[in-house]
T-cell receptor
Framework: AQSVSQHNHHVILSEAASLELGCNYSYGGTVNLFWYVQYPGQHLQLLLKYFSGDPLVKGIKGFEAEFIKSKFSFNLRKPSVQWSDTAEYFCAVNAGNNRKLIWGLGTSLAVNP | DAGVIQSPRHEVTEMGQEVTLRCKPISGHNSLFWYRQTMMRGLELLIY????????DSGMPEDRFSAKMPNASFSTLKIQPSEPRDSAVYFC????????????????????FGPGTRLTVT
């Protein structure tokens, strides 16, 4: 069965630190990949997505993610986090015939000022 | 566009009562998803509709849960009778899914989420 794994459940960083959140999926074929963000008390919103082309995808607010097909990974990165990046981050995959998104359990990021 | 609209935003009810959550998708979207979010289980897909037809309801917990989409602009999720373990935030999301034309054509789509309904069952 298709699945998405986010390795870090809770991450605590200081402002200006670099961020990398892991995401791995299980599916051997063509995939669409997404990162969503949920700020405290708010709904999920799209951070970035990959569906073809350049495997390095740039999203909003300085975030980027790299699709490495050989590793089945789509890790999220930001070189310097801010307090306002405190949120929950979800990785999701749309794969093959599956028309729904398969979601990871999320990573809670807390950035200390 | 107003985005996905959900009502109510907060619902507090007693165990055994019927609860109805409502969702209005973005105009022009043909697919609607109901999710439940809890601390313990994260984000779970309950059911999704395509062109008002339920496609996958495998995530619906049990018979107490039912969902309808009578037209392209409205959907309901009903819990009857409600139980304390149903307490969660329920999100509705919508998107446009083109007609399926084979695995060679992979179209990217983004799900747009509503603000959610925070349900508390006491």
């Amino acid at each position: 069965a298709q699945s998405v794994s986010q390795h870090n459940h809770h991450v605590i960083l200081s402002e200006a630190a670099s961020l990398e959140l892991g995401c791995n999926y299980s599916y051997g074929g063509t995939v669409n990949l997404f990162w969503y963000v949920q700020y405290p008390g708010q709904h999920l919103q799209l951070l970035l997505k990959y569906f073809s082309g350049d495997p390095l995808v740039k999203g909003i607010k300085g975030f980027e993610a790299e699709f490495i097909k050989s590793k089945f990974s789509f890790n999220l990165r930001k070189p310097s986090v801010q307090w306002s990046d405190t949120a929950e981050y979800f990785c999701a995959v749309n794969a093959g015939n599956n028309r729904k998104l398969i979601w990871g359990l999320g990573t809670s990021l807390a950035v200390n000022p | 566009d107003a985005g996905v609209i959900q009502s109510p935003r907060h619902e507090v009810t007693e165990m055994g009562q019927e609860v109805t959550l409502r969702c209005k998708p973005i105009s022009g979207h043909n697919s609607l998803f109901w999710y439940r979010q809890t601390m313990m289980r994260g984000l779970e897909l309950l059911i999704y509709f395509n062109n008002n037809v339920p496609i996958d309801d495998s995530g619906m917990p049990e018979d107490r849960f039912s969902a309808k989409m009578p037209n392209a602009s409205f959907s309901t999720l009903k819990i009857q009778p409600s139980e304390p373990r149903d307490s969660a935030v329920y999100f509705c999301a919508s998107t446009y899914l083109p007609a399926y034309r084979g695995e060679d054509l992979m179209l990217s789509y983004e799900q747009y989420f509503g603000p959610g309904t925070r349900l508390t069952v006491t």
